[in-house]
């Protein structure tokens, strides 16, 4: 399993952010985090799934940026 605190620090979501756009508690992704709940195999593929498209995202918006066809 993916660490999701680094995953969403790289996206630059906070734990609400994540929580809006997965439908995911809030408190329940800060739990996570701190290992003190497990996500279920779909709350972990949701959360993974949100925050690598936004990662992405922001890839390609660096790439564009950096080449200059912004």
Known sequence: MAD???LR???GWTQYE???ATGTDRTKI???ECQHVAL???EQIRLETAL???IERK???FETLLSGTA
Do not use: P, V
């Open 30 to 32: 800060s739990l996570a």
């Open 52 to 54: 690598l498209r936004e």
């Open 4 to 6: 999701i605190r680094e």
């Open 18 to 20: 994540l929580s809006k």
């Open 40 to 42: 279920t195999a779909e």
């Open 59 to 61: 890839r390609a918006t």
């Open 9 to 11: 620090t790289l996206a």
